[in-house]
């Protein structure tokens, strides 16, 4: 079961992946991320930040996955515990967004996630 919940998990970073990506090549979600500043597509500035989102993500599902025993990840066990921290704060924080849009997506996504990945660190030794 923790490995399904792992795999969940890791889906859900990588949607999160496409999304960074679809803000980068200049999709008008500017209402949906970074407190919906941003009315179309987001300034230079804005992708940037997209840009550095997936490196982060990509380590968030690959730290979960690890700590769930996926087959060829030996990460050390604080990686899994660092991304279940970065959940929690990305779900506060996308709580507390100004945004109305951000928080009826992300909000709700990112707490799911914040559990899943709370799920694995708990009950996997």
Do not use: K
């Amino acid at each position: 079961m923790t490995a399904q919940i792992a795999h969940l998990f890791a889906l859900g970073c990588l949607a999160g992946i496409f999304f960074q990506i679809a803000l980068i090549a200049g999709a008008p979600l500017g209402p949906w991320t970074q407190g919906g500043r941003h009315p179309g597509a987001l300034p230079l500035s804005g992708r940037a930040l997209a840009a550095l989102s997936i490196p982060v993500l990509a380590a968030q599902a690959l730290a979960i996955l690890s700590a769930a025993g996926f087959p060829g990840l030996d990460w050390p066990r604080w990686t899994g515990w660092a991304a279940l921290g970065l959940s929690v704060v990305t779900a506060a924080l996308n709580h507390l967004t100004p945004s109305a849009r951000e928080r009826a997506v992300w909000a709700p996504v990112t707490l799911v996630m914040a559990g899943l990945a709370a799920y694995v660190m708990i009950v996997t030794p």
